[in-house]
């Protein structure tokens, strides 16, 4: 009965976030669990299945008059529609919807997959001569709060990005977008108009560069909001306030990321009126910097 009592006291603990290890906080560094396989892709893999399973049993069978879990898909799916589809455009919308979608969701069940009781907190260690039990190895780490993860959901951004920009809107607007004059010819001086060109040109080359760092900025903000609270979490043992907190942060960061790469694509794809540039299918995209704010 002693190690039932044990036992059950343990996983209350846990679940609480009460135990000495909660307080440790959350590694830096992924770690191996099995050969070439690191803790936060064991954990990315299984609540990526999850995931695909959970919304295959939601729709079922899709029909005309839908289910209730085809409904509540069809609602996630027009409510994102309504948040992207005026930022990227109509022309270049269809080929961006399913990854910003996909983006969405991935990454907003990891975000909030570290306030499940147990992770970070279940796995391989040691015990010192006092009882109190040191974690080695975590078994389940959230995968946006390792580094390597979500660099690589930003360059799957990036070389999303630009395969639709030329894709829709063609190398010649983008190189326009980023060095032409946008001034109006008719409306300047003449002595002046060769001086803002040489400007935009400088301009340009900023804005190469920060087209370039654009994975890294994408993945160090995410990164940092994950495992930045998932360290408050645990030095603070789940508080609750922090907790819902951390709910809120998921989902902002989620949509954050999401809504980046949407403006990013809709900076090239989606202007209002200007020259037209013809993509790879013979697509117009409408001439660059229009009313979207700038990243």
Request: with cysteine; charged share 10%; net charge negative.
């Amino acid at each position: 009965m002693s190690r039932v009592t044990t036992l059950a006291s343990t996983f209350l603990l846990l679940a609480l976030g009460s135990t000495p290890l909660a307080a440790e906080g959350v590694a830096a560094k992924a770690v191996e669990i099995l050969p070439g396989v690191t803790n936060s892709m064991f954990t990315g893999w299984i609540v990526s299945a999850a995931l695909v399973g959970f919304i295959l049993w939601l729709i079922g069978k899709p029909s005309i008059v839908p289910s209730r879990g085809q409904a509540v898909v069809e609602s996630l799916i027009e409510g994102l529609r309504g948040i992207f589809e005026p930022i990227v455009g109509k022309v270049a919308f269809p080929a961006a919807f399913p990854l910003l979608i996909t983006f969405f969701i991935f990454i907003l069940f990891h975000n909030w997959m570290g306030l499940l009781p147990g992770v970070g907190t279940v796995g391989w260690g040691t015990t010192d001569p006092t009882g109190h039990f040191h974690l080695t190895r975590a078994l389940i780490r959230p995968h946006n709060a390792d580094f390597n993860g979500t660099i690589a959901l930003a360059l799957i951004s990036f070389g999303a990005w630009a395969i639709i920009v030329l894709k829709f809107a063609g190398p010649a607007l983008l190189f326009k977008d980023l060095f032409g004059n946008k001034a109006e010819k008719s409306e300047t001086p003449g002595w002046l108009y060769p001086i803002l060109s040489l400007v935009f040109l400088v301009v340009g080359f900023i804005e190469v560069f920060s087209i370039v760092i654009r994975p890294f900025t994408l993945s160090v903000r995410l990164f940092g909001n994950v495992f930045g609270g998932e360290n408050l979490l645990h030095g603070t043992s789940f508080f609750f306030v922090f907790y819902f907190m951390e709910l809120l942060v998921g989902l902002i960061q989620a949509l954050v990321f999401t809504l980046l790469t949407s403006v990013y694509i809709g900076l090239i794809c989606n202007h209002e009126g200007g020259d037209h540039g013809h993509g790879e299918h013979g697509h117009d995209a409408k001439d660059a910097h229009g009313a979207e704010a700038h990243h």
